[in-house]
Structures are given as structure tokens and as C-alpha cells.
């Protein structure tokens, strides 16, 4: 009888073992088949930016060569000296850093201040105002251009910077307001109101616990703004006139023309306009991603 149960528990032991091989392979296969997979998509990401950079560095003929070759037969590093030289790009990159600055600047703040009233105060009709204010962002800003321009125009600030700056102090839009006050309604209650036993004021809460713990998603709100104004190519087409108070994405239109477009000296120009936005990103990766992963649908 004892020998009996002895081959049975060696034969669970064989069964045991055989399933436990069984899944660590599969594990195994499923971990370089999920990297696989990865690389693939990361590759396919990255080939629209990488033919952008060799192409930039090509001459105009053999940029539409075919079949197209990924590195130029030879490297024309002339290509970025005649691109930002043939226009004032350094009065485009003044202008877009102003307006990119001011813009996060007038973001972090307005709409955290908002947000902060939306998820911490309570006041009547609170909640009707901020389904008011979400829903403006199902109103198409199309429909926007031609009231906002003529009130611009009624102001006098069309063919300055003001129309791309000063209406973002009003509020900082509706998106960064929903984020910002996920973000706060996660914040534990119990620290303002300790913060309100010890005196503090409302704004005093808001500006020395609420905004230090909120730094990742502010750094979110301001990358997104960052990234939305130094891209918009709209806004200044509608409202800038005067070639000194052209922005870079402007400036990048100005290679095309009616009947030739030169398309070495756009994308090295291109090529150059978008490499500081990678430099930011990866800079500000650590507190992107934190930001949108800590600021949850609480609420």
C-alpha cells in the first residue's frame, strides 16, 4: 500500500512538473511574442520621423527617387543652413516661444484655479456650471472663427500676438479643467481640512498644498499647451499679417508656393521645428506619463 501511494505521488509530482514546464514556456513565448509586437508598432511609429530626418539631408531630385532609398547618396548639410537662412526663422522662433510661454503660463494657472473650485468648493449650482463648461467642448471651433475674428478685428488686435494669448487667461480651457479637477478630487479631503484648523485660507490651500501635489499633472497640462501652440498653424494664418509677427508653423507655410514647393528646404526646416519638441518630451517624459496615470476618473 505504501509503495502504491509512493508511485502515485511521484506520478502527481511527473504531472506537476510537466504543467509548471508547460506554462513557463508559454509565458516565455507570450513575453517575446508581446516584445515582438512592441517593436513592431515602435518601428512604425518612428519611420514617418526617421524619413523625415533622411530626408532632409537629400537633394530635391532624389527625395522623390524611386524605389526610394532611406539614406541620401550623399549628406547635404547645407540643406538646414539654406533653410534658416532663406527666412528669418529666428524672429518665427521669438515669436512662437512667446506665445508658447504665455499661453502655459496662463493654462497651469487659470485652469488650475478653476479646477480647484469646481472639485473643492461648494457653491450652488456647481455642478450645473461645470457640465456647461464640459460642454463647450462639443462646440467645433469652426463655428468660432468668424465671431472671434470680427471682435479681434472691433479691438484692434489683429496682426498682434494678443489674439493667440490673452483670450487663454480666460479660463485655460475646458479639457485642462476637467484634468485638473480629477486630479484634485483625488487629493485626500483630510489635508485641507487640517490645513483649515491650522487657519488657512482658501487660496492659501489651494496655492501651497493643492498646487505642489498636483506637479504632475500641471507638467501634463502644460506640455499638452505647449505642444497646441507651438503646432498651430490656424490661428496665425487668421490673425497675423506682418511677416515679423509670423510663428514657426507660418514660416514653414512659406515654402510652399503656387508653382513650386522646395521641398529640401522644407523638410529640414520641418526636421529642425520639431526637434525641440522631442528634446521636451523625453525631458518631461517621467512626470507626462505620471500625470496621466495619478489623475484618475474619480468623481
Known amino acids: 500500500m505504501s509503495a502504491q501511494n509512493q508511485l502515485v505521488a511521484d506520478s502527481q509530482m511527473t504531472v506537476y512538473s510537466s504543467q509548471k514546464r508547460t506554462s513557463a514556456r508559454a509565458a516565455w513565448v507570450w513575453r ?13 511609429m518612428l519611420a514617418p520621423f526617421l524619413w523625415l530626418i533622411t530626408s532632409s539631408l537629400k537633394s530635391q531630385m532624389e527625395i522623390f527617387q524611386f524605389p526610394p532609398k532611406w539614406l541620401p547618396s550623399e549628406f547635404h548639410w547645407d540643406n538646414y543652413t539654406r533653410a534658416l537662412t532663406a527666412k528669418p526663422f529666428g524672429t518665427y522662433l521669438k515669436n512662437t516661444l512667446t506665445i508658447c510661454v504665455l499661453n502655459v503660463i496662463a493654462v497651469v494657472f487659470t485652469s488650475s484655479f ?3 473650485g469646481f472639485a473643492r468648493i461648494n457653491f450652488r449650482g ?5 457640465g456647461i463648461v464640459m460642454a463647450t467642448l462639443f462646440l467645433p471651433y469652426a463655428i ?12 484692434g488686435w489683429v496682426d498682434t500676438l494678443l489674439p493667440l494669448t490673452v483670450p487663454i ?12 479637477r480629477q486630479f484634485f478630487r483625488s487629493i485626500p479631503e483630510d489635508l485641507a481640512d487640517a490645513a483649515r484648523i491650522d487657519g488657512c485660507s482658501e487660496f492659501g490651500i489651494y496655492w501651497r498644498i493643492m498646487m505642489p501635489l498636483a506637479k504632475p499633472a500641471l507638467t501634463t497640462v502644460a506640455i499638452f499647451t505647449f505642444l497646441a ?3 498651430d498653424l490656424l490661428n496665425p494664418l487668421i490673425y497675423l499679417r506682418s511677416p515679423e509677427n509670423f510663428t514657426l508653423a507660418v ?13 529640401d528646404l522644407l523638410l529640414a526646416a ?28 474619480k468623481g
Do not use: E
Open 32 to 44: 517575446w511574442m508581446t516584445i515582438a509586437l512592441l517593436v513592431i508598432v515602435a518601428a512604425a
Open 114 to 116: 478653476c479646477a480647484y
Open 126 to 130: 456647481r455642478d450645473f456650471w461645470f
Open 144 to 155: 468660432l472663427i468668424v465671431p472671434l475674428f470680427l471682435m479681434f478685428t472691433q479691438l
Open 169 to 180: 487667461f480666460f479660463g485655460g480651457g475646458a479639457f485642462n479643467i476637467f484634468l485638473l
Open 229 to 231: 501652440a507651438w503646432n
Open 251 to 263: 514660416g514653414l507655410s512659406s515654402f510652399r508656393s503656387t508653382l513650386d514647393v522646395s521641398w
Open 270 to 297: 520641418s526636421t529642425a521645428t520639431v526637434l525641440p519638441v522631442v528634446v521636451l518630451f523625453f525631458l518631461a517624459q517621467r512626470y507626462f506619463i505620471r500625470g496621466i496615470v495619478m489623475t484618475g476618473l
